[in-house]
T-cell receptor, first 108, second 112 residues
Framework: EDQVTQSPEALRLQEGESSSLNCSYTVSGLRGLFWYRQDPGKGPEFLFTLYSAGEEKEKERLKATLTKKESFLHITAPKPEDSATYLCAVQAGYALNFGKGTSLLVTP | ETGVTQSPTHLIKTRGQQVTLRCSSQSGHNTVSWYQQALGQGPQFIFQYYREEENGRGNFPPRFSGLQFPNYSSELNVNALELDDSALYLC???????????FGQGTRLTVV
């Protein structure tokens, strides 16, 4: 059975303090690993898709990387507007299988 | 280009009632999927429609059903509502199979 585990569950950073979020997964036949950002009461906003181990993608202060067993979302010099829940999902069949997310709070 | 839109945004229903949620997919997207997100949890896959046919279903009972129309918009129907059905219901559309899904803002359903 596909499993996605995200850690930590919650993370509090000071503005400018870089860190990484982890997504560990077990899946048969990975078709893609996806990162989303979700603000309270809103739908998830697409960030990145990674397809194979060794792949990296960047967008502004965010960088996503993928290995055969986990993915990292690195946040460099975060700002308060980066505060949100970050969701990781894997696709094996038709469905996206999501983790519970990491709730990130960035304080000024 | 408009994104994925869902209606209504909020809904309150009584246990045992039926509800229909609606979703307009993003232009050019022929695949629509529905997810249920309980508070503090990640979204859970309900089912997916491709060109008006259901082609994937998660671990949800038959009282969760859906439709996709020729313009690729979609409905989610839930019969015999239970208190545990209270959640954020998310619709997502995508232009192909191995591509990213784009989500709507969700419908917050409360069952009392």
């Amino acid at each position: 059975e596909d499993q996605v585990t995200q850690s930590p569950e919650a993370l509090r950073l000071q503005e400018g303090e870089s860190s990484s979020l982890n997504c560990s997964y077990t899946v048969s036949g990975l078709r893609g690993l996806f990162w989303y950002r979700q603000d309270p009461g809103k739908g998830p906003e697409f960030l990145f898709t990674l397809y194979s181990a060794g792949e990296e993608k960047e967008k502004e202060r965010l960088k996503a990387t993928l290995t055969k067993k986990e993915s990292f979302l690195h946040i460099t010099a975060p700002k308060p507007e980066d505060s949100a829940t970050y969701l990781c999902a894997v696709q094996a069949g038709y469905a996206l299988n999501f983790g519970k997310g990491t709730s990130l709070l960035v304080t000024p | 280009e408009t994104g994925v839109t869902q209606s209504p945004t909020h809904l309150i229903k009584t246990r045992g009632q039926q509800v229909t949620l609606r979703c307009s997919s993003q232009s050019g997207h022929n695949t629509v999927s529905w997810y249920q997100q309980a508070l503090g949890q990640g979204p859970q896959f309900i089912f997916q429609y491709y060109r008006e046919e259901e082609n994937g279903r998660g671990n949800f009972p038959p009282r969760f059903s859906g439709l996709q129309f020729p313009n690729y918009s979609s409905e989610l129907n839930v019969n015999a509502l239970e208190l545990d059905d209270s959640a954020l219901y998310l619709c997502a559309s995508k232009p192909g199979d191995n591509t990213e899904a784009f989500f709507g803002q969700g419908t917050r359903l409360t069952v009392v």
